[in-house]
C-alpha cells in the first residue's frame, strides 16, 4: 500500500498552463511515446505528470498549497488527494483518475467544477467526489469498495494536514472493523472469481477481476494494513509487476482502457513487451497469477485462524491461534496459546486445520517426505501449510531413481484423493517441488490450450484427469495405472509432433524413474499412447465392421488393459469440458468397448485372478511344517525400510504366518495387526499340506507402520497367539480405540463395491471381489462378514494400490464346493452390509 502523503517526487514535466487540456494531452502523450521508458517507470512518470497538472488546477482555482485564499483571507481547509489505483502512485496509459476533493468546510460551489472541467475536457476518465471527511470515513463505513479506495489515499494539493488525518483515520477505522469487513471482503473476492474466472486458466482473461489478478493485489494490500495477516512476499511483488506491465501494454495496444487480454491482442501485447510469442506471454500471465492466488490462499487461511481465535471458537476447540509472517520477516507462524497436533502419517501431523510436519521429522533424510504429507493432507482434506512447504523444498533430497515403493504408493495416493489433492498439489507446485519430483512437468506447465473445447492449460486438465478418474477406481482393477495414466496422458504436449506418441516416449522413461515394473510400464505407455483411440474409433468409423473392433483390440492386447482404457478416455474427455463429452458419445465407446471385450474374451485370455502361485520360499516350507507339526501357529518377521533410507520414513514388515486351518484366520489376523497400526499393503493367503497330515493355511503379508514405528516382535507374536486362542478380543478393542480417537472429516470417496465374478474366475472355487477406499481395520471387517457367513477362505489376493484396496477372495461351502449363486449372492451382501 502507498503511504506518500505529499506530491509525488521527480521532475515536474506538467503542462505550463494547466488550464490547457491539450497541453496535459500533448505532455501525455510525449510521455507514453519516449523511447526506452516503460513498465514502472513509466507509469510513475505518468502519475507524477498527472499529478503536478491537478495540482496547478487546485492552484488556479484559489487554493494554494498553504490552505489561504487568493485573497490573503483563511479558508476552509481543502485537499485534493488520489485514490484507488492513481492513490497508489502507478498509472496506467488508460487508467481512470479516482481523485476526491477533501474540505472540513465551506467551499465555493464553482470550485469542483475548475478542477473536473478540464480533466473532462482533456479525454481523461474520472471517478471524483467531494466530501468532508467526516462523509468520507461514513461512506467507507457503508461502502467496502469505497473503504478500499481510501487506504491507498494519497496527498495531491492543498491542506496536506487534512489529507493526512483523513488517512490516519481511516485506517484507524479499517483495523477496528477488521473482524467483519475481512469476510465481506472476501466474499468480494469470491463473487469475481466467480463471474470472472480463474486468470491461471482462461484464454481470454482479465487481468483485473479474474481470481489471481489485479484486484487481489489490492485485498492482499488491505489485509495487511489490519496488521492481523499477510502475504507471503516471495515472488509476489514480480508477478505484480509483470500484470501490471501487460495491462500497459494491452492499453497502448488496443488503444482502449480494457482489462480483457483478447485472442486478437495477444501478439501486439507480446510484441511490445519483447516476448518471444502469444502462447510465452500467456504462461507469463498464468505464472504470475497462480503466484497472486496461492498467496491469496495462504493469506485468508492466516486470516480465518486469527478471526476464530477471536471469536473464541479457536479457544473452545483447544486449537492454537496464528498469525501468519511474511517470507521477508521470517516465513512461518506465530502460535499463541496451546498447540493441537494430530498425528496423520509418519512425520506429518494435523495442526490448526492444515497439515505440517511433526517435530520429529527429518526432511533431509526422507525424500518421500513431500509426497508422504501431500497424501495425508489431501486424504483427510486439508492443504500443506506455506511454511511446511517451504521447508520441504529447501531441505528435501531428490528421490533415488528408481523411486522406493513407498513414493510411488503416496503418489497414488494423493491422486486418489479427487477434488482435495487440486489445493495440495498447487501448494507443491507453488514452491517448485513438482517439476522436482518430474522434471518433464516444466514442458507442461502453465501451457495454454489454444482449443475452445479444453477449460483448463496442460498442467491443470492433467490434474483434472486425475480428479475425474479417482471416482472411478472401484471400475477397474489396478486404479494405481489408471491414476498416473491420467496425470501423465498430455505429456507430450509441448513436444514436437504427434503428443500421443511423444507421451508414451516420455512415460516409459517416467514409469521406470517411478520404479513401475516392467509389465505396468507397458500398460501406462499403451495408455498413454491410445487415450485418444477410443473414443477417436467410436465417433470416426462404423462400429458394425469387424474392423473397427479389431483395431481397438490391436491397441490394447487384454481386457484388463481396456478397461483401463475406457476409464481413462471417460476421465480425459470430462476434464476437458462439457463440449467434449455427452451421452452420444458415451453411448458410442460404450458399444465399441462392449464389442472389443467381448472379442478379447473370446481369444482365450485367462481370466482375472487366475495367476498361479509362485512356489513357496524354503523359509514359507519350513514354518508350514512347523505349524503342521505342533498344531498351533508359527510365524516370522521381517522387517525393511520404506524409504530411501535405513531409519527414514515408515518402517516396513514383510510377515509369514502359517496355522492350521480354522475359521476366521484372515479377520482375526488382519485386525492383530490394525491394533499394532500396521497398514497391510498386500496380502495373500492359501492352503499348503507340506507333511501330508493336512491342509495349513499360509498367510503372507507386506505391512508398513502407520507411524514409522513397528512393533516389538515378541508382542506382535503374543498377540497373534492369544487372538488365535480367543484370549484377545480384536473386535472389542478396535471398537474401543476407534471411539477414543477423534473424528476426521476425510474426503468423500465412491463406495465400496462387491461383486461375485462370472463362473469361469475359478473351476473349484466362488470368487468374491472387493474394491473399497482403504482404512483401518478394513481387512478385519471383510475377514469376520466372510466368518459369519460360514464360508472358508481358500485363497486370497489383497492388494492396496494408493489409498485403493482391490482384493479377491476365493471362498468354497464348508465342504469345499464352489457356493451356489444365491449363496454367493447373500455372502456378497453380508460383505457390503460390513463396509457400509
Given amino acids: 500500500m502507498t503511504i506518500e502523503t505529499g506530491p509525488s517526487s521527480g521532475p515536474s514535466s506538467g503542462p505550463s498552463d494547466p488550464s490547457d487540456p491539450s497541453a496535459y494531452a500533448a505532455a501525455r502523450a510525449a510521455l507514453l511515446d519516449r523511447p526506452g521508458l516503460t513498465g514502472r517507470p513509466r507509469r510513475a512518470a505518468l502519475a507524477r505528470l498527472t499529478d503536478d497538472w491537478l ?48 474540505h472540513d468546510g465551506p467551499i465555493a460551489p464553482e470550485l469542483p467544477e475548475r478542477i473536473w472541467y478540464p480533466v473532462w475536457d482533456a479525454g481523461a476518465k474520472l471517478d471524483h467526489s467531494v466530501r468532508t471527511p467526516a462523509e468520507a470515513r461514513a461512506v467507507a463505513a457503508a461502502d467496502l469498495k469505497a473503504q478500499l479506495g481510501l487506504l491507498d489515499a494519497r496527498h495531491l494539493a492543498g491542506d496536506g494536514a487534512l489529507t493526512a488525518a483523513l488517512r490516519s483515520a481511516v485506517l484507524t477505522d479499517w483495523r477496528a472493523s477488521a473482524p467483519a469487513r475481512l469476510p465481506e471482503l472476501r466474499e468480494l473476492g469470491r463473487e469475481r472469481a466467480e463471474r470472472h474466472g480463474e486468470l491461471s486458466f482462461l484464454l481470454e482473461p482479465d487481468l483485473k477481476e479474474a481470481r489471481g489478478g489485479l484486484r487481489d493485489l489490492v485485498a492482499l494490500d488491505a489485509v495487511a494494513a489490519t496488521w492481523l495477516a499477510d502475504a507471503p512476499r516471495d515472488g509476489l511483488d514480480a508477478a505484480a509487476l509483470r500484470l501490471a ?12 482502457a480494457t482489462e480483457r487480454l483478447s485472442l486478437q491482442d495477444q501478439d501486439q501485447v507480446a510484441e511490445r513487451l519483447g516476448v518471444l510469442d502469444a502462447d510465452t506471454l500467456l504462461r507469463q500471465v498464468y505464472e504470475a497469477a497462480r503466484t497472486v492466488a496461492y498467496a491469496g490462499d495462504v493469506t485468508w487461511r492466516a486470516v480465518d485462524r486469527v478471526l476464530a481465535a477471536r471469536s473464541g471458537r479457536g479457544r473452545r476447540t483447544g486449537r492454537p491461534v496464528f498469525r501468519f509472517a511474511g517470507a521477508g520477516r521470517g516465513a512461518g507462524a506465530v502460535a499463541r496459546g496451546a498447540v493441537a497436533r494430530r498425528p496423520l502419517a509418519e512425520g506429518v501431523v ?32 486439508l492443504t500443506v501449510s506455506y511454511a511446511t512447504v517451504r521447508r520441504l523444498a529447501a531441505e528435501c533430497r531428490p528421490l533415488p531413481v528408481p523411486w522406493p515403493d513407498e513414493a510411488r504408493e503416496q503418489l497414488v495416493t494423493l491422486l486418489g484423493a479427487g477434488e482435495a489433492a487440486v489445493p495440495v498439489w498447487e501448494a507443491l507446485e507453488a514452491e517448485g517441488l513438482i517439476t522436482k519430483l518430474l522434471p518433464d512437468w516444466e514442458r507442461v506447465r502453465c501451457r495454454p490450450q489454444r482449443n475452445a473445447v479444453h477449460r483448463w492449460t496442460v498442467d491443470r486438465h492433467l490434474v483434472e484427469t486425475a480428479v475425474r478418474a479417482a471416482s472411478m477406481t472401484r471400475r477397474v482393477a489396478r486404479p494405481d495405472l489408471l491414476l498416473v495414466a491420467a496425470l501423465l496422458h498430455d505429456i507430450g504436449k509441448g513436444w514436437p509432433g504427434d503428443h500421443s506418441e511423444a507421451g508414451e516416449v516420455i512415460v516409459r522413461d517416467l514409469a521406470v524413474r517411478m520404479g513401475f515394473p516392467a509389465e505396468d510400464t507397458e500398460t501406462l505407455a499403451v495408455l498413454v499412447r491410445h487415450h485418444l483411440t477410443l473414443v477417436d474409433t467410436a465417433t470416426r468409423r462404423d462400429p458394425d465392421d469387424p474392423a473397427t473392433v479389431e483395431a481397438i483390440t490391436k491397441a490394447v492386447g487384454t481386457p484388463s488393459e481396456l478397461e483401463l482404457l475406457h476409464a481413462l478416455t471417460e476421465a480425459d474427455a470430462l476434464a476437458t469440458g462439457p463440449a467434449a463429452w455427452s451421452g452420444w458419445r458415451a453411448s458410442l465407446v460404450d458399444g465399441l468397448v462392449a464389442r472389443a471385450a467381448a472379442q478379447l474374451a473370446g481369444g482365450g485370455a485367462a481370466p482375472e485372478g487366475a495367476a498361479p502361485w509362485a512356489r513357496p520360499s524354503a523359509e514359507q516350507e519350513r514354518i508350514a511344517v512347523e505349524a503342521a507339526r505342533t498344531g498351533g501357529p508359527a510365524l516370522s518377521l521381517l522387517a525393511r525400510a520404506e524409504g530411501a533410507d535405513p531409519g527414514s520414513g515408515p518402517m516396513g514388515v514383510e510377515l509369514t504366518l502359517a496355522v492350521p486351518d480354522r475359521p476366521g484366520l484372515l479377520g482375526t489376523v488382519a485386525g492383530v495387526l ?26 503372507s503379508w507386506r505391512v508398513a507402520a502407520e507411524f514409522g514405528e513397528l512393533p516389538e ?19 472389542r478393542r478396535l471398537a474401543e480405540r476407534d471411539a477414543a480417537a477423534p473424528r476426521r472429516r476425510g474426503i468423500p470417496t465412491p463406495p465400496p463395491l462387491v461383486a461375485v465374478a462370472p463362473a469361469v474366475a475359478s473351476a473349484t472355487a466362488t470368487v468374491l ?13 471383510i475377514g ?11 485363497t486370497a489376493h489383497v492388494s492396496t494400490l494408493g489409498a485403493e484396496a482391490v482384493d479377491s477372495f476365493y471362498l468354497t461351502d464348508p465342504a469345499g464346493r464352489p457356493l451356489t449363486a444365491g449363496r454367493a449372492g447373500e455372502v456378497a451382501a453380508a460383505v457390503r452390509a460390513a463396509l457400509g
Fill in 55 to 102: 495540482a496547478g488546477l487546485l492552484a488556479a482555482a484559489g487554493v494554494p498549497s498553504s490552505g489561504a485564499s487568493s485573497s490573503g483571507a483563511p479558508s476552509s481547509g481543502v485537499a485534493l488527494v488520489a485514490v484507488g489505483g492513481y492513490g497508489r502512485g502507478e498509472l496506467s496509459p488508460r487508467s481512470d483518475l479516482d481523485v476526491l476533493l477533501l
Fill in 245 to 256: 506491465d501487460v495491462r500497459d501494454a494491452l492499453h497502448l495496444a488496443t488503444g482502449r
Fill in 350 to 381: 494435523e495442526q490448526d486445520g492444515e497439515a505440517v510436519l511433526a517435530q520429529g521429522a527429518r526432511p533431509a533424510a526422507d525424500p518421500v517426505l513431500p509426497l508422504r504429507a501431500a497424501a495425508a493432507a489431501a486424504q483427510n482434506g
Fill in 674 to 699: 490394525a491394533l499394532h497400526r500396521l497398514t497391510v499393503r498386500s496380502a495373500g493367503l492359501r492352503e499348503l499340506d507340506p507333511v501330508g497330515s493336512g491342509p495349513v493355511l499360509l498367510l
Fill in 713 to 731: 516382535a515378541a508382542r506382535l507374536r503374543a498377540d497373534l497367539r492369544r487372538a488365535l486362542d480367543g484370549s484377545l478380543d480384536v473386535s
Fill in 769 to 781: 471381489e472387493v474394491r473399497a477406499h482403504d482404512a483401518p481395520g478394513l481387512l478385519h471387517r
Fill in 784 to 794: 469376520r462378514a466372510l466368518d459369519g457367513a460360514g464360508v472358508r477362505v481358500r
